[in-house]
Protein backbone atom coordinates (compact mmCIF):
# COMPACT_ATOMS: atom_id res chain seq x y z
CA UNK A 1 0.00 0.00 0.00
CA UNK A 2 2.70 2.42 0.94
CA UNK A 3 4.86 1.91 -1.92
CA UNK A 4 1.58 2.38 -4.13
CA UNK A 5 1.00 5.67 -2.69
CA UNK A 6 4.39 6.90 -3.30
CA UNK A 7 4.78 5.99 -6.54
CA UNK A 8 0.75 7.46 -7.38
CA UNK A 9 2.28 11.04 -6.14
CA UNK A 10 5.17 10.60 -8.00
CA UNK A 11 2.83 9.57 -11.19
CA UNK A 12 0.64 12.56 -10.19
CA UNK A 13 2.79 15.46 -10.16
CA UNK A 14 3.93 14.55 -13.30
CA UNK A 15 0.05 13.72 -14.28
CA UNK A 16 -0.80 17.57 -12.76
CA UNK A 17 1.97 19.90 -15.00
CA UNK A 18 0.43 17.26 -17.63
CA UNK A 19 -3.51 18.97 -17.19
CA UNK A 20 -1.79 22.35 -16.59
CA UNK A 21 -0.32 22.77 -20.32
CA UNK A 22 -3.62 21.87 -21.40
CA UNK A 23 -6.17 23.56 -18.89
CA UNK A 24 -4.42 26.98 -19.02
CA UNK A 25 -4.99 27.21 -23.49
CA UNK A 26 -8.78 26.12 -22.77
CA UNK A 27 -9.08 28.64 -19.81
CA UNK A 28 -6.94 31.32 -21.95
CA UNK A 29 -8.08 30.57 -25.83
CA UNK A 30 -11.32 28.66 -25.26
CA UNK A 31 -9.42 25.90 -26.59
CA UNK A 32 -9.13 22.21 -26.12
CA UNK A 33 -5.67 21.20 -27.06
CA UNK A 34 -6.33 17.51 -28.62
CA UNK A 35 -2.36 17.68 -29.70
CA UNK A 36 -0.81 18.26 -26.24
CA UNK A 37 0.45 14.44 -25.91
CA UNK A 38 1.92 14.34 -29.87
CA UNK A 39 3.77 17.81 -28.52
CA UNK A 40 5.07 16.58 -25.70
CA UNK A 41 6.76 13.35 -27.30
CA UNK A 42 7.83 15.47 -30.15
CA UNK A 43 10.04 17.71 -27.70
CA UNK A 44 11.08 13.96 -26.27
CA UNK A 45 12.46 13.17 -29.69
CA UNK A 46 14.00 16.24 -30.41
CA UNK A 47 16.08 15.70 -26.68
CA UNK A 48 16.66 11.69 -27.48
CA UNK A 49 18.26 12.82 -30.72
CA UNK A 50 20.68 15.56 -29.54
CA UNK A 51 21.49 13.04 -26.80
CA UNK A 52 22.28 10.48 -29.30
CA UNK A 53 24.53 13.26 -30.82
CA UNK A 54 26.28 13.20 -27.27
CA UNK A 55 24.83 16.83 -26.37
CA UNK A 56 24.50 16.63 -22.39
CA UNK A 57 21.41 15.82 -20.94
CA UNK A 58 20.53 18.84 -19.31
CA UNK A 59 21.42 20.98 -22.86
CA UNK A 60 19.71 18.44 -24.47
CA UNK A 61 16.48 18.64 -22.39
CA UNK A 62 16.83 22.26 -21.82
CA UNK A 63 17.03 22.33 -25.97
CA UNK A 64 13.82 20.14 -26.52
CA UNK A 65 11.69 21.84 -24.28
CA UNK A 66 12.27 25.59 -26.04
CA UNK A 67 11.94 23.52 -29.55
CA UNK A 68 8.31 22.14 -28.02
CA UNK A 69 7.61 25.41 -26.84
CA UNK A 70 8.23 27.14 -30.45
CA UNK A 71 6.16 24.72 -32.14
CA UNK A 72 3.34 25.91 -30.14
CA UNK A 73 4.45 29.63 -30.44
CA UNK A 74 4.21 28.75 -33.92
CA UNK A 75 0.75 27.01 -33.97
CA UNK A 76 -1.05 30.32 -31.86
CA UNK A 77 0.49 32.44 -34.47
CA UNK A 78 -0.56 30.67 -37.57
CA UNK A 79 -3.31 28.21 -37.49
CA UNK A 80 -4.90 29.28 -33.83
CA UNK A 81 -5.48 32.91 -35.41
CA UNK A 82 -8.29 32.02 -37.71
CA UNK A 83 -10.10 30.04 -34.34
CA UNK A 84 -9.80 33.46 -32.21
CA UNK A 85 -12.10 34.96 -34.88
CA UNK A 86 -14.39 32.90 -33.72
CA UNK A 87 -16.57 32.69 -30.88
CA UNK A 88 -18.63 30.60 -28.44
CA UNK A 89 -19.79 26.78 -29.97
CA UNK A 90 -18.06 27.55 -33.75
CA UNK A 91 -14.81 28.54 -31.93
CA UNK A 92 -14.81 25.27 -29.74
CA UNK A 93 -15.91 23.23 -32.72
CA UNK A 94 -12.92 25.12 -35.10
CA UNK A 95 -10.49 24.44 -32.52
CA UNK A 96 -10.82 20.45 -31.84
CA UNK A 97 -11.05 20.34 -35.58
CA UNK A 98 -7.92 22.00 -36.43
CA UNK A 99 -5.86 20.67 -33.00
CA UNK A 100 -7.13 17.24 -34.19
CA UNK A 101 -5.74 17.54 -37.61
CA UNK A 102 -2.29 19.00 -35.97
CA UNK A 103 -2.72 15.76 -33.49
CA UNK A 104 -2.61 13.31 -36.68
CA UNK A 105 0.24 15.43 -38.52
CA UNK A 106 3.00 15.57 -35.55
CA UNK A 107 1.95 11.63 -35.01
CA UNK A 108 2.11 10.86 -38.42
CA UNK A 109 6.05 12.43 -39.11
CA UNK A 110 7.20 11.02 -36.00
CA UNK A 111 5.58 7.54 -37.33
CA UNK A 112 7.19 8.20 -40.65
CA UNK A 113 10.50 9.77 -39.46
CA UNK A 114 11.27 8.05 -35.95
CA UNK A 115 9.42 5.00 -35.21
CA UNK A 116 12.15 3.39 -33.05
CA UNK A 117 13.38 6.07 -31.49
CA UNK A 118 12.79 6.52 -27.66
CA UNK A 119 13.75 9.06 -24.83
CA UNK A 120 15.23 6.88 -21.76
CA UNK A 121 16.85 8.85 -19.39
CA UNK A 122 19.02 6.88 -17.02
CA UNK A 123 19.61 8.03 -13.38
CA UNK A 124 22.32 5.78 -11.99
CA UNK A 125 22.34 5.68 -7.78
CA UNK A 126 21.20 3.15 -5.08
CA UNK A 127 17.28 3.26 -3.76
CA UNK A 128 16.45 6.02 -1.42
CA UNK A 129 14.32 4.10 1.31
CA UNK A 130 11.48 6.31 2.33
CA UNK A 131 8.73 5.31 4.54
CA UNK A 132 10.58 2.05 4.39
CA UNK A 133 9.82 1.86 0.64
CA UNK A 134 12.78 1.91 -1.63
CA UNK A 135 12.54 4.88 -4.18
CA UNK A 136 14.53 5.33 -7.80
CA UNK A 137 16.84 7.86 -7.72
CA UNK A 138 15.17 8.30 -10.91
CA UNK A 139 11.62 8.80 -9.63
CA UNK A 140 12.65 10.90 -7.06
CA UNK A 141 14.40 13.25 -9.54
CA UNK A 142 11.35 13.46 -11.61
CA UNK A 143 8.98 14.42 -8.62
CA UNK A 144 11.78 17.04 -7.78
CA UNK A 145 11.61 18.59 -11.15
CA UNK A 146 7.93 18.42 -10.94
CA UNK A 147 7.36 20.00 -7.74
CA UNK A 148 10.31 23.10 -8.63
CA UNK A 149 8.38 23.62 -12.07
CA UNK A 150 4.58 23.66 -9.70
CA UNK A 151 6.48 26.22 -7.59
CA UNK A 152 8.02 28.30 -10.43
CA UNK A 153 4.18 28.46 -11.59
CA UNK A 154 2.64 29.32 -8.62
CA UNK A 155 5.82 32.51 -8.33
CA UNK A 156 4.99 33.53 -11.76
CA UNK A 157 1.10 33.50 -11.51
CA UNK A 158 1.24 35.12 -8.20
CA UNK A 159 4.34 37.43 -8.14
CA UNK A 160 4.90 39.22 -12.02
CA UNK A 161 3.06 41.59 -13.64
CA UNK A 162 2.66 38.96 -16.86
CA UNK A 163 1.43 35.79 -14.63
CA UNK A 164 -1.40 38.39 -13.46
CA UNK A 165 -2.26 39.62 -16.52
CA UNK A 166 -2.93 35.84 -18.11
CA UNK A 167 -4.81 35.16 -14.94
CA UNK A 168 -6.98 38.51 -15.83
CA UNK A 169 -7.68 37.58 -19.33
CA UNK A 170 -8.80 34.21 -17.90
CA UNK A 171 -10.82 35.93 -15.49
CA UNK A 172 -12.15 38.35 -17.64
CA UNK A 173 -10.75 38.86 -21.16
CA UNK A 174 -12.84 42.32 -21.99
CA UNK A 175 -11.89 43.84 -18.27
CA UNK A 176 -8.46 42.83 -18.90
CA UNK A 177 -8.46 44.45 -22.24
CA UNK A 178 -9.61 47.63 -20.49
CA UNK A 179 -7.21 47.65 -18.32
CA UNK A 180 -4.02 47.16 -20.89
CA UNK A 181 -3.21 43.51 -20.85
CA UNK A 182 -3.17 42.43 -24.27
CA UNK A 183 -5.34 38.59 -24.69
CA UNK A 184 -3.52 37.78 -27.91
CA UNK A 185 0.10 38.35 -26.23
CA UNK A 186 -1.39 36.37 -23.33
CA UNK A 187 -2.31 33.61 -25.16
CA UNK A 188 1.18 33.44 -27.78
CA UNK A 189 2.73 33.08 -24.28
CA UNK A 190 0.21 30.68 -22.26
CA UNK A 191 0.65 28.68 -25.86
CA UNK A 192 4.49 28.32 -25.32
CA UNK A 193 4.55 27.51 -21.84
CA UNK A 194 1.55 24.59 -22.15
CA UNK A 195 4.59 23.36 -24.82
CA UNK A 196 7.15 23.73 -22.35
CA UNK A 197 5.41 21.72 -20.13
CA UNK A 198 4.40 19.15 -21.98
CA UNK A 199 7.91 18.10 -23.14
CA UNK A 200 9.17 18.30 -19.13
CA UNK A 201 6.26 15.65 -18.31
CA UNK A 202 7.84 13.24 -20.82
CA UNK A 203 11.51 13.99 -19.79
CA UNK A 204 10.86 13.22 -16.44
CA UNK A 205 8.58 10.63 -17.36
CA UNK A 206 11.30 9.04 -19.20
CA UNK A 207 13.54 9.21 -15.80
CA UNK A 208 10.95 5.98 -15.43
CA UNK A 209 10.60 4.31 -18.42
CA UNK A 210 11.19 4.97 -21.98
CA UNK A 211 9.19 7.24 -24.25
CA UNK A 212 8.15 7.27 -27.87
CA UNK A 213 5.56 8.03 -30.47
CA UNK A 214 3.12 5.19 -28.63
CA UNK A 215 2.96 7.55 -25.81
CA UNK A 216 1.55 10.44 -27.48
CA UNK A 217 -2.63 9.63 -27.38
CA UNK A 218 -1.94 8.16 -23.68
CA UNK A 219 -0.66 11.81 -22.24
CA UNK A 220 -3.31 13.41 -24.42
CA UNK A 221 -6.01 11.35 -22.61
CA UNK A 222 -4.49 11.38 -19.31
CA UNK A 223 -4.03 15.90 -20.23
CA UNK A 224 -7.79 15.64 -20.94
CA UNK A 225 -8.63 13.69 -17.38
CA UNK A 226 -6.71 15.47 -15.28
CA UNK A 227 -8.18 18.90 -16.24
CA UNK A 228 -12.05 17.77 -16.36
CA UNK A 229 -11.50 16.42 -13.06
CA UNK A 230 -9.77 19.20 -11.45
CA UNK A 231 -11.90 21.94 -13.31
CA UNK A 232 -10.83 23.41 -16.60
CA UNK A 233 -9.07 26.21 -16.23
CA UNK A 234 -7.97 25.92 -13.06
CA UNK A 235 -4.59 25.44 -12.49
CA UNK A 236 -4.66 24.43 -8.62
CA UNK A 237 -7.02 22.23 -9.67
CA UNK A 238 -4.85 20.61 -12.15
CA UNK A 239 -1.93 20.19 -9.77
CA UNK A 240 -4.67 18.11 -7.28
CA UNK A 241 -6.78 15.99 -9.98
CA UNK A 242 -3.07 15.24 -10.63
CA UNK A 243 -2.07 13.52 -7.11
CA UNK A 244 -5.35 12.02 -6.54
CA UNK A 245 -5.43 10.53 -10.03
CA UNK A 246 -1.88 9.85 -9.72
CA UNK A 247 -2.66 7.91 -6.80
CA UNK A 248 -5.91 6.06 -7.70
CA UNK A 249 -3.56 5.34 -10.81
CA UNK A 250 -1.27 3.25 -8.83
CA UNK A 251 -3.51 1.87 -6.76
CA UNK A 252 -5.51 0.48 -9.14
CA UNK A 253 -2.38 -1.10 -11.41
CA UNK A 254 -1.25 -3.42 -7.61
CA UNK A 255 -4.89 -4.06 -6.79
CA UNK A 256 -6.98 -4.69 -10.07
CA UNK A 257 -4.48 -4.64 -13.18
CA UNK A 258 -2.87 -2.37 -15.71
CA UNK A 259 -5.50 -3.45 -18.26
CA UNK A 260 -8.53 -1.56 -16.81
CA UNK A 261 -6.33 1.48 -15.19
CA UNK A 262 -7.44 3.96 -18.16
CA UNK A 263 -11.27 2.86 -17.66
CA UNK A 264 -11.05 3.35 -13.88
CA UNK A 265 -9.72 7.19 -14.56
CA UNK A 266 -12.15 7.56 -17.04
CA UNK A 267 -14.79 6.50 -14.67
CA UNK A 268 -13.58 9.18 -11.92
CA UNK A 269 -13.72 11.94 -14.65
CA UNK A 270 -17.21 10.74 -15.65
CA UNK A 271 -18.42 10.43 -11.96
CA UNK A 272 -16.54 14.57 -11.26
CA UNK A 273 -18.94 15.52 -14.54
CA UNK A 274 -22.04 14.24 -12.83
CA UNK A 275 -21.06 15.10 -9.28
CA UNK A 276 -19.73 18.64 -9.89
CA UNK A 277 -19.70 19.48 -13.46
CA UNK A 278 -17.13 22.21 -12.78
CA UNK A 279 -14.67 19.88 -11.40
CA UNK A 280 -12.79 19.87 -7.69
CA UNK A 281 -11.23 23.84 -8.41
CA UNK A 282 -12.82 25.13 -11.27
CA UNK A 283 -15.75 27.78 -10.81
CA UNK A 284 -19.42 26.97 -11.95
CA UNK A 285 -20.96 29.38 -14.77
Not at 215 to 234: M, Y
Request: hydrophobic letters at 60%; one cysteine or more; charged letters at 10%.
Amino acid sequence: MRAALLDGIVLGLQYGLLGVGLTLIYGLAGVLNLAHGQVAVLGAIVVSLLMADGVPVVVAAAIGVAAAAAFMVLLDLSLMRAVYRQHGEQRILLGLLLMLGVSFAVEGFLTWQYPVQQLSIRISGEAVPILGVPMPVGALVASGVAVAAALLLAAFFRMTVLGRGVRSVIQDEAGARLCGVNPSAARTLVFGLSGALACLVAVTRSMTGPIGYGNAIAFTTLALIVAVVGGLGSVPGAFLAGVLLGIVDRLSSTYIGTYVTTIVLLVCAALTIVVRPSGLLGTAE
